[in-house]
């Protein structure tokens, strides 16, 4: 399997993977807005044999600065729970953490995220609509989010999503 930067030629299959994931339409257009307005920072696509089998998406958060949000992750059914999207998330966070960002705030499972470091209480300071249980994030340089609060504010596209 091999993972890579998603080009702007791959839309069409990066769109098939995240509909087939979430088996609607939603967040294959909220990646596709995301993407049209520049806020996408890191668009990854996982690869086997050449067919297009996952995807994750790190976009630009309006606060707190210089923060992303990871989501959506997405992998086809029947390649889910073998590993591809756990490698999406390290492969991502690490890219993330080499281009300078310094935290990520993920909307999720919190069973799921907490085995890359994600923790509630590292987004507890942060005000949000979405359910406090399940918003998680992670620092990818030691002290980034130390000292701040206020509002955890995504992109104007991610209020389009149900």
């Known amino acids: 399997m091999v993972i890579r930067e998603a080009a702007r030629e791959d839309a069409a299959a990066v769109g098939r993977v995240v509909e087939a994931a979430f088996g ?20 990854l696509l996982a ?16 606060s707190p ?6 989501a959506p992750l997405s992998v086809v059914p029947g390649r889910q729970n073998q590993g591809i999207g756990s490698r999406l998330v390290r492969d991502g966070l690490a890219r993330a953490g080499r281009d300078g960002w310094p935290a990520v705030f993920v909307l ?11 923790r509630r209480e590292t987004a507890a300071r942060f005000e949000t609509a979405y359910p406090k249980a ?11 989010l130390a000292g701040q609060a206020g509002p955890l504010a995504y ?6 999503v149900d």
């Not at 609607?24 to 996408?40: D, F, I, K, Q, Y």
């Not at 994030?137 to 030691?142: D, F, R, S, W």
């Open 65 to 70: 600065a210089r923060c992303l949000a990871l």
């Open 134 to 144: 399940y918003v998680l994030a992670l620092e990818l340089a030691p002290g980034a």
């Open 47 to 62: 690869e086997d044999r050449g067919e297009a089998v996952g995807h994750i998406l790190f976009s630009r958060l309006l």
């Open 24 to 43: 609607r339409p939603a967040e294959a257009e909220l990646v596709a807005r995301l993407g049209e307005s520049g806020a996408a920072v890191l668009s």
């Open 108 to 118: 999720g499972e919190p069973g799921y995220y907490r085995r890359f470091g994600f």
């Open 155 to 160: 992109p104007p596209a991610f209020e389009a």
